[in-house]
Nanobody, 126 residues
Framework: QVQLAESGGGLVQAGGSLRLSCVAS????????AGWFRQAPGKEREFVAA????????YSADSVKGRFTVSGAGVANTMYLQMSSLKPEDTAIYYC???????????????????WGQGTQVTVSS
């Protein structure tokens, strides 16, 4: 099994930047697809960005395209989410996730992931 731990969250003003990190222990990300999700108060957990294990393809939600960049994972034990031009609506708890490749689900869905970190709070003030 893999254990995941996020860090790097905090309070930032609108327009600012943050970089989140997710460290995998027990195993590297080499056996898994890897992604970031977020959950705002009163809302469902939603997809943010992901890295496909087979070819390194990257995916991101329309709401963060051009502002957020996912990197790392693959054979490494750390994945990053670089967030720029942050908006108040980006405020949420951000979760790192890893999914067994045998789980045949679309990479942008929660069902594709069976390992989750505890989350890190990101708050963007206006």
């Amino acid at each position: 099994q893999v254990q995941l731990a996020e860090s790097g969250g905090g309070l930032v003003q609108a327009g600012g930047s943050l970089r989140l990190s997710c460290v995998a222990s027990g195993r590297t990300f080499s056996r898994y697809r890897a992604g970031w999700f977020r959950q705002a108060p009163g809302k469902e957990r939603e997809f943010v960005a992901a890295v496909k294990r087979s070819d390194g393809s990257k995916y991101s939600a329309d709401s963060v395209k051009g502002r957020f960049t996912v990197s790392g994972a693959g054979v490494a034990n750390t994945m990053y989410l670089q967030m720029s031009s942050l908006k108040p609506e980006d405020t949420a708890i951000y979760y790192c996730a890893a999914g067994d490749l045998s789980v045949g689900r679309t990479i942008t869905t929660r069902e594709a992931y069976n390992y989750w970190g505890q989350g890190t709070q990101v708050t963007v003030s206006s």
